[in-house]
């Protein structure tokens, strides 16, 4: 990364200044958004192509309806001047705020307890799925900085939607995120299904998928398929489902293409019917949203939310908000989580959860 954008983004964090730093995936070029106010401004679903900026929504704007996003008041890739960028930042002052990270951290036994209790009711068939998460709180080193994290994470997972965020709202925010939500560009929107999960190296070793990863991708799939078909849209391509890499983690994976013309009145709607995905809630997803806000004694916050660049450089992407992790001076919150279903075994989506976590912690413990 430019050596230039590693100093600033320690200089942005000091003062306090709401940004988000990102790089797309398969790309190679970061690209910075600085706002100068420090509040995000606030929208909803319906009005989301009046926006020219960084989306940021919580998981709870499913119920809520509001999203926020910083504008793009300065907007810089790597070979861009950034003269007025740190003119506008030597007349900053250092912050003296620091964001805390106050959440539930469930342990083994807590999470094994309420998985089994959402496995039993899953069972009795009132619901296909359910995605229980947790949160895992891990230290700091003392010599920790945001722009080597962001560096190491970005070379990674080069394949991966990686951003580092901070608002007055959120705090720092950090993830990379295998999960398209949706992606506009050349008179084309695409949205994925992805689900499923397994180590890289068990595929290698037997490359065949368990029916409960098969039937956990396919409840995705069906539910896209009925959300085009409620809007109207006949006309689109699936391609799908394929294995796809994700670190040390390997998913299944369906695309979606529409075209543009067919969704333009239409688009905050698609959005809104996407979110939150069966993937990152379940199905039927109003009755498994209202067992997740019974089950999970933590506030997900941006966890599972949706997130990235909208009418940027004439393009939009929003990605699901997953191997995320929120920060403090001392400490990162790595949120995780998995989906169930009726043939799930609490231990093995304990193992699950495990594995995600090596998203986020092999970069903090190798810097």
Not at 194 to 206: F, Q
Not at 275 to 291: I, M
Not at 344 to 352: P, T
């Amino acid at each position: 990364m430019n050596l230039t954008f590693n100093n600033i983004i320690d200089d942005l964090i000091k003062k306090n200044i709401s940004f988000v730093i990102y790089t797309l995936p398969n790309s190679e070029s970061p690209v910075l958004i600085v706002q100068k106010s420090l509040k995000l401004f606030k929208s909803t679903n319906e009005d989301i192509d009046h926006i020219k900026g960084f989306i940021v929504a919580p998981f709870e704007s499913a119920n809520t309806n509001i999203i926020h996003y910083l504008k793009s008041d300065f907007i810089l890739e790597a070979d861009n001047s950034t003269t007025d960028l740190e003119l506008f930042l030597n007349q900053q002052n250092n912050s003296t705020r620091i964001h805390q990270t106050n959440n539930h951290i469930s342990d083994k036994e807590e999470y094994l307890e309420r998985a089994t209790y959402l496995i039993n009711k899953l069972k009795t068939g009132d619901l296909s799925k359910v995605v229980l998460s947790r949160v895992s709180k891990n230290k700091l080193a003392d010599n920790f900085k945001f722009s080597n994290f962001y560096e190491s994470l970005s070379s990674k997972y080069p394949n991966a939607f990686v951003y580092l965020l901070n608002s007055e709202e959120t705090g720092i925010w950090a993830g990379a995120s295998p999960e398209t939500l949706i992606k506009r560009e050349n008179k084309t929107i695409e949205t994925t299904a992805l689900a499923g999960t397994r180590l890289l190296s068990d595929y290698i070793a037997y490359p065949e998928w368990a029916d409960k990863e098969k039937e956990e991708q396919h409840l995705v799939s069906i539910y896209i398929e009925n959300l085009l078909s409620e809007l109207g849209i006949k006309d689109y391509k699936e391609e799908g489902p394929i294995t796809i890499e994700a670190g040390k983690l390997v998913h299944l994976k369906t695309k979606f293409s529409i075209k543009n013309d067919c969704l333009k009145d239409q688009l905050g709607l698609f959005i809104k019917g996407l979110h939150p995905t069966p993937a990152v809630c379940g199905l039927p997803k109003a009755d498994a949203y209202g067992l997740i806000e019974k089950a999970e004694n933590h506030s997900r916050n941006l966890y599972t939310g949706f997130l990235g660049p909208w009418n940027i450089r004439d393009k939009s992407h929003l990605f699901v908000n997953l191997r995320c992790a929120e920060f403090s001076k001392n400490n990162m919150l790595a949120y995780v989580g998995g989906g169930l279903t009726s043939e799930s075994n609490a231990l093995d989506e304990w193992q699950e959860t495990e594995n995600k976590l090596e998203t986020m912690l092999s970069v903090v413990e190798n810097l």
